[in-house]
């Protein structure tokens, strides 16, 4: 039986960079394992961040890489397989799947296909460089499709979503796969124990957790963002019953106590997240669910945030962007205050926590507009929000701002994250996120001094309750290792 061999690849982050070593399972990797299992092909998987996230190691001078070093996953890939494939999710490890890819072709001698977010955007400089196969998009289908190609030896012109050096242009990037017929992610074949191990993601967790996607696609068009450009335009969502028959499937299979939810809309249908709420309430499996990648203020009626609390969400994040109409016009996003302050009191009353998302140093901010980030910061605060992550804007390849600071952007794309040092003005965006993350310490004790014991608590016991609970103790777990001379950080 034909092999595939999948790689998801170390994490890379700048040194101290808490925004970006976030651990969290390949959710998308694991989606196309079990559909090309589903398929009748063997698939063996290697998540090199997963499978040993206490190695450090010190990555082209600013960088560190987290995982198993090269060589142990050279040694580790399956000599059989007849295709490697690598999961690219951003710039920030870009760099290091190619060198690796074209590593594995020298050293192997067998076809190499890279895919993932970045890839759909991006795939010309692989391909350029010598990359056998880049999918678009989607990847469960079209994998599938490539590996009987690769196998039969035939040509993998056609094939929806492929591209090659000899076939560079493809015709579809969404999949027309009706979405509640993918199977559950392989979980099986992901190292879950030493994601546990580390009590940390990418949203609050407790005890044993796992990300969910329910839906793919966006139909809106922020100018910040490239998921359009990667996911496609069109929404499509699980029914509600697909969606509990895998949160049934978590809990009963690997004990999950924490799920959370990374769609980027997942409140786009109302009535979807109602049936799904009333679902969760009738099976009362006792599981705390978040929303760690910010909902649409304009579908979260109470009833809808009254719903979700009664399923129990106990976290989500809502996502301002900026406290100046003038910007977040520019940024395509527009931002009804009356309604985030509506929600806000709403999930406090509910006793959902909340999380806001503020992005700085846009091309065209003025510091008047900083004022108003940092006005509206305060009434949030005041109203109860439970956190604040604060992100310097970088231009990532796919969105519509890709071109902007086009002279100081890293060529290989590392470094395109919510700390871009390379950028000429960071210096003074960083001052000002520190000066904004002042402001909420203070009106954090101002407003609220019995969370700010509950959060320290919290931080201790590494039971988490928000993000910026996890962010603080990453960044004290940073220290201390920096302290203590512990690795490369
Ligand atoms: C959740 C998420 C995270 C999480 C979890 C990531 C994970 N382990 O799954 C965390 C918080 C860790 C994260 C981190 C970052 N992320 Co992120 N993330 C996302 C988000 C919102 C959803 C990803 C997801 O779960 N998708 C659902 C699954 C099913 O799809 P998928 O992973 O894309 O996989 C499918 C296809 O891509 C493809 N595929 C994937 N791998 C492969 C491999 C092969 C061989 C093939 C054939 C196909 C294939 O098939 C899969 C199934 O259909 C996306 C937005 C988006 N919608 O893409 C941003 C996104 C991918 N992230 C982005 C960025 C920039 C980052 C950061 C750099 C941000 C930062 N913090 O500074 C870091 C990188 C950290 C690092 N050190 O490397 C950008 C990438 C932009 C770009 N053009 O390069 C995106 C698009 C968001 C955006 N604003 O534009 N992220
Ligand atoms: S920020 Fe959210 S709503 Fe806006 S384009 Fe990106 S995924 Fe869509």
């Not at 990797?29 to 190691?57: M, T």
């Not at 009987?148 to 492929?162: F, L």
Request: aromatic share 10%; with cysteine; proline share 6%.
């Amino acid at each position: 039986m034909a092999i595939l061999q999948l790689i998801s690849p170390p994490m890379i982050a700048y040194r101290g960079d808490i925004f970006a070593t976030i651990p969290s399972p390949p959710i998308g990797l694991a989606s196309i394992a079990a559909y090309v299992r589903q398929q009748g092909f063997d698939v063996n998987f290697l998540d090199c961040f997963g499978e040993n996230p206490h190695i450090v190691e010190v990555y082209q001078n600013d960088f560190i890489k987290i995982g198993l070093k090269n060589d142990a996953i050279i040694q580790r890939l399956d000599r059989q397989a007849e295709l490697i494939g690598i999961s690219v999710h951003s710039g920030m490890t870009a760099a290091f799947c190619l060198a690796l890819a074209l590593e594995i072709k020298k050293l192997l001698c067998k076809p190499v296909v890279v895919g993932g977010p970045h890839v759909t955007v991006c795939y010309k400089d692989f391909l350029r460089h010598g990359v056998d196969f880049a999918v678009l998009g989607e990847g469960e289908q079209a994998i599938v499709n490539l590996l009987r190609s690769v196998c039969d030896k035939k040509s993998c012109h056609g094939i929806q979503g492929v591209v090659s050096s000899n076939y560079p242009t493809s015709t579809t990037r969404q999949s027309d796969l009706p979405m509640d017929s993918l199977p559950f992610p392989a979980w099986d074949m992901v190292p879950l124990k030493n994601y546990w191990s580390l009590k940390m993601s990418h949203s609050p967790i407790q005890g044993k957790f796992a990300p969910m996607i329910t839906s793919r696609g966006c139909p809106f068009n922020c100018a910040f963002c490239s998921t359009p450009a990667t996911s496609g335009r069109k929404w499509r969502g699980y029914s509600p019953e697909r969606t509990i028959a895998e949160i049934e499937y978590l809990k009963k299979t690997y004990g999950v106590e924490d799920i959370f939810i990374q769609d980027d809309n997942f409140n786009v249908d109302p009535d979807r997240v109602r049936r799904i709420c009333e679902l969760i309430v009738k099976l009362s499996l006792n599981i705390r669910f978040s929303l760690p990648s910010g909902v649409r203020l304009e579908k979260m009626s109470d009833d809808i945030i009254d719903a979700l609390a009664g399923a129990g969400f106990k976290y989500l994040c809502l996502a301002p962007e900026s406290g100046s109409s003038r910007v977040c016009k520019r940024l395509y996003k527009p931002l009804d205050k009356k309604r985030l302050f509506a929600v806000q009191k709403r999930c406090r009353q509910n006793k959902i926590r909340t999380g806001a998302f503020i992005i700085l140093g846009t091309p065209f901010e003025t510091c008047r507009d900083v004022l108003m980030t940092s006005s509206l910061m305060a009434k949030l605060i005041f109203l109860g929000v439970d956190d604040v992550s604060i992100f310097i804007f970088a231009p990532v390849p796919g969105s519509k701002f890709n071109n902007a600071f086009k002279r100081s952007l890293p060529q290989d794309y590392l470094g395109i994250c919510w700390s871009p040092k390379w950028r000429e003005d960071y210096i003074r965006w960083a001052w000002i996120r520190r000066v904004l993350y002042f402001e909420y310490i203070v009106l954090k004790l101002l407003f609220q001094p019995h969370s700010v014991l509950r959060h320290l608590l919290n931080i201790k016991r590494r039971r988490y309750e928000t993000k910026g609970e996890m962010g603080l103790r990453r960044l004290i777990d940073y220290w201390v290792k920096r302290t203590t001379s512990q690795g490369v950080l």
